[in-house]
């Protein structure tokens, strides 16, 4: 390993440790957003893992025009993230360090919020808000929103436990002495999730914590990418038992240190997210995928203390009591769309004397905390049917869960909002007057297609809709729809603007209902010819 020479000066700002593989295309704009925020940032350490594409060429370039650009490269590739980001810390000579991924970027002002937090509060580890920024679309999802509503400082990681939901490195400041000090470092070589170790680490140390509001972190994804990120990769199940191990050893970081609560704390936030992520996903994997991951979950899981699952936030915990009840997969379906945000409890629904359970023949997973639940937080299932014509019916059935809709307030109507899959807000707001029935409620409302075709311009558009009810005293549950299959076909629509509009309902890989609209006769085409595509591509591989 080889590096340009430190500057002479002693630094009094934040070292930002960029590391980078085979990103020749993007390494440029993730240093460059670090040197863009100014004289917080010291230096930029900008780590090559041994690249074979040009990556190592754009860094020796910046670095002749930009002097607080240093550049350290591997002789060997590492194979991971953690190797490079040790590299980063040793080479580091600033009070503070941070880091940044190569296909990634920190946004105006990032550095000096997190470093003023810290300065002020003299905090070890200072924290600021992430976004998952989907592209191209360009959508924001806020990562962990709960966290940095508000600016907060805690005297230590038991004093805000919630933080361990928030496993990522990089939207972190630390100061690089209290790493030193306790000789914190990520796990070397190709190991998966190591910033659940790295993190685990540091709160295990029992640092002080300063949180800001700020957005300091772009975590950019790219789904159609030739090699997509970690925790994209998630199609084979090597990838769970990765991601189980990394928590196990998050886990005995905080049981080493004597932190009890914490590794408690861990344990429920496995239950309440890693749990649900995969969940959401495994009845569209195959039967050999399915039987693997449920072997390894149940066997994981089996080693959690009761109250552990117990503090687990409904319906998380009734997920692991299926899974651990269960010795097969069972309920897929029901369990990928429990595991859903906003979760979704799908018929049927069985109960016993003692109350609402699983299922008739897993009566001892009962439905524990379901009477406890606010109206805002209980699992209604919406189903919906998308009727395409020239007036568009949408057809709508609330299921009773429990009696738990009439107990917090009769659902008299629902609000149906079509927004945007990109981002952005709603175009289009129908309303059904609800009527009361055998199992639920029911109702429907005219959707004017053309119009909200109009709402979203030129080319093909996809809508995702979402529910409110309102009842006598007020709104009431908000959710997705369920699709139906019964409406789910696509429909030429006769519209005076575009001659046609091209109607596809469909059914998200959560089971939500969704609309696909092409208008126009080139519209209708571009959809058309790239189904033809897709099948002849099927055809080609199942030849192969």
Avoid at 19 to 35: K, P, T
Avoid at 154 to 163: D, I, K, N, R
């Amino acid at each position: 390993m080889s590096q340009s020479p430190a500057p002479p000066d002693g630094p009094t700002g934040v070292s930002v440790v960029v590391i980078a593989y085979n990103d020749a295309e993007l390494v440029g704009d993730a240093v460059q957003s670090a040197l863009a925020q100014g004289p917080a940032v010291t230096e930029v350490v900008a780590v090559d893992d041994r690249s074979s594409d040009g990556t190592a060429a754009v860094l020796d370039q910046l670095a002749t025009t930009e002097p607080r650009l240093r550049v350290v490269r591997r002789t060997d590739n590492s194979g991971g993230c953690g190797t490079p980001r040790n590299d980063g810390i040793a080479a580091a000579t600033a009070p503070y360090v941070m880091f940044l991924d190569s296909d990634d970027v920190l946004p105006p002002g990032a550095v000096r919020a997190l470093l003023d937090a810290a300065r002020e509060h003299g905090t070890d580890v200072t924290v600021g808000r992430a976004v998952r920024r989907e592209l191209p679309e360009g959508r924001d999802v806020q990562w962990q929103p709960g966290l940095y509503r508000e600016a907060a400082v805690y005297e230590s990681p038991e004093a805000g436990p919630g933080l361990l939901h928030d496993t990522l490195c990089v939207n972190k400041l630390y100061r690089r002495a209290f790493l030193t000090d306790h000789q914190i470092r990520f796990p070397d070589g190709r190991f998966t999730y190591e910033d659940f170790v790295f993190t685990a680490r540091v709160y295990a140390a029992g640092p002080r914590v300063a949180v800001v509001p700020e957005l300091v972190y772009v975590w950019h994804v790219r789904r159609a990418a030739a090699q997509v990120s970690i925790s994209l990769a998630r199609k084979d199940v090597a990838n769970w038992q990765a991601r189980i191990a990394a928590h196990a050893q998050a886990v005995a970081a905080f049981g080493a240190a004597d932190r009890k609560a914490l590794a408690a704390a861990c344990r429920t936030k496995f239950v309440d997210y890693d749990l649900c992520l995969y969940l959401r996903e495994l009845r569209v994997r195959d039967a050999d995928y399915r039987a693997q991951w449920w072997r390894l979950t149940r066997a994981y899981l089996a080693d959690f203390a009761p109250a552990e699952l117990a503090a687990a936030a409904a319906p998380a915990r009734w997920l692991a009591q299926v899974v651990l009840a269960a010795d097969a997969p069972r309920d897929l379906d029901r369990l990928s769309q429990l595991a859903a945000d906003p979760a979704r409890l799908i018929p049927p629904y069985a109960g016993t004397a003692a109350g609402p359970v699983w299922a008739d023949d897993l009566a001892d997973v009962p439905l524990e905390g379901l009477t406890a639940l606010p109206a805002d937080r209980l699992p209604v299932t919406v189903d919906a049917t998308l009727l395409a014509g020239r007036r568009g019916i949408l057809k709508l059935r609330v299921h009773e869960l429990y009696g738990r809709l009439a107990a917090t307030g009769v659902p008299t109507g629902a609000d149906i909002e079509f927004v945007p899959r990109g981002g952005g807000e709603s175009a289009l707001t129908v309303t059904a007057a609800l009527r009361p029935g055998a199992e639920g409620f029911t109702g429907q409302a005219p959707v004017m297609l053309a119009a909200l075709a109009a709402a979203g311009g030129h080319g093909t558009q996809i809508w995702d809709l979402r529910v409110r009810l309102n009842t006598a005293s007020g709104p009431g549950a908000h959710t997705t729809l369920r699709a139906r299959a019964a409406g789910l076909r696509r429909t030429a629509v006769p519209a005076s603007r575009y001659g046609v509009l091209l109607v596809q309902p469909y059914r998200t890989s959560s089971g939500s209902l969704a609309v696909r609209l092409a208008p126009g006769v080139q519209g209708a085409l571009g959809v058309v010819g790239g189904k033809l595509r897709r099948l002849a591509r099927t055809a080609r591989s199942r030849r192969r």
